[in-house]
């Protein structure tokens, strides 16, 4: 139950990232490769991925927060 609860918030952060988002976030984080090779086979910049990441990142903590603030409510 524990570890169902965690999830949550992650679960929903991620259903409201877009596509090219969510493949970043799948890449990286779940298939744990580099993100030298995410910026390869999407033909970008190695320095605009690790931007897109980091905004990627951002947009989840905000969508994670907003989550739990609403769950504070109820």
């Not at 965690?6 to 984080?29: R, S």
């Amino acid at each position: 139950l524990c570890k169902k609860y965690d999830f949550k918030p992650l679960e929903y952060a991620i259903k409201q990232l877009n596509k090219k988002e969510k493949t970043l976030i799948n890449h990286v984080f779940f298939k744990k490769k580099k993100l030298k090779d995410y910026a390869i086979s999407n033909n970008i910049s190695y320095s605009y991925a690790t931007k897109f990441k980091r905004h990627t990142l951002d947009k989840l903590h905000t969508h994670i927060d907003n989550y739990n603030q609403s769950k504070l409510y109820i």
